[in-house]
């Protein structure tokens, strides 16, 4: 009687078992075909962006137009990229509904993303974006320009940023059509509340300052890098 009892309750524990590893299995492959998913649609993304500005900033005889191309999550709302000193949200690109001021590619971390116009709770659930607080209106200014972006455990955004070092580079495109790349110079942690990196004079040239949580938001790691 009491073999019998246990053994259905061995049974019962190892069907518990077989359910809670196919949930783990599922939820896994769930969040994997996801984030692939989230990485393909940016890097689709990035490439569609520089193919549109190309083709403003280098038009050909054969192609002096730009053709309506759009991915399902980029849009050009009038086909056409802006070639003024200003950005506006009528003539600027879209991602996932959101404004797109350019790219950042970052090879070291494997990193290629749309950066967006206003880093908002909601915008900066599907990208990394502007930092308006001391950043210069447009990419590639002469300034510091700051990007924000999360830190998620899936290894989305800047994520990876913490395995940088200095001398690694930074590409960044602007709506215009203009790729610069960038070299790290100083890496680092801080306290939330420290905005020294912000405001800091470049001495005319061309910085980028990217910023993250740490792995246990605790702190803000800084990257900064300037223009080649």
């Known amino acids: 009687m009491f073999e019998s009892k246990y053994s259905k309750l061995l049974t019962v524990l190892l069907i518990l078992g077989i359910i809670l590893i196919v949930l783990i299995l599922s939820v896994t492959g769930f969040f994997i075909i996801r984030n692939g998913k989230l990485k393909k649609e940016a890097e689709e993304a990035v490439g569609h962006f520089q193919g ?55 090879p070291a971390i494997k990193l290629s993303c749309p950066i967006l116009q206003d880093a908002t709770p909601d915008s900066m659930e599907v990208s990394v974006g502007l930092y308006d607080r001391f950043s210069e209106p447009d990419l590639n200014a002469v300034g510091n320009t700051t990007i924000v972006g999360h830190n998620y455990r899936d290894g989305r955004f800047f994520a990876n940023n913490k395995k940088l070092v200095e001398g690694d580079k930074i590409y960044i495109t602007d709506y215009k059509g203009k790729k610069v790349t960038y070299s790290i110079y100083k890496i680092y942690t801080t306290a939330p509340e420290d905005d020294s990196h912000l405001g800091r004079d470049t001495e005319e040239k061309s910085e980028i300052t990217l910023v993250t949580c740490t792995d246990d938001t605790q702190s803000r790691l800084i990257v900064m890098a300037k223009e080649q």
């Open 52 to 106: 549109q500005v190309n083709q403003v900033e280098s038009p050909t005889p054969e192609n002096t137009e730009i053709t309506n191309n759009i991915t399902p999550d980029i849009e050009m709302e009038n086909d056409i990229i802006p070639s003024g000193n200003s950005s506006t949200n009528d003539t600027l690109p879209t991602y996932e509904g959101f404004p797109m001021v350019g790219t950042i590619e970052i």
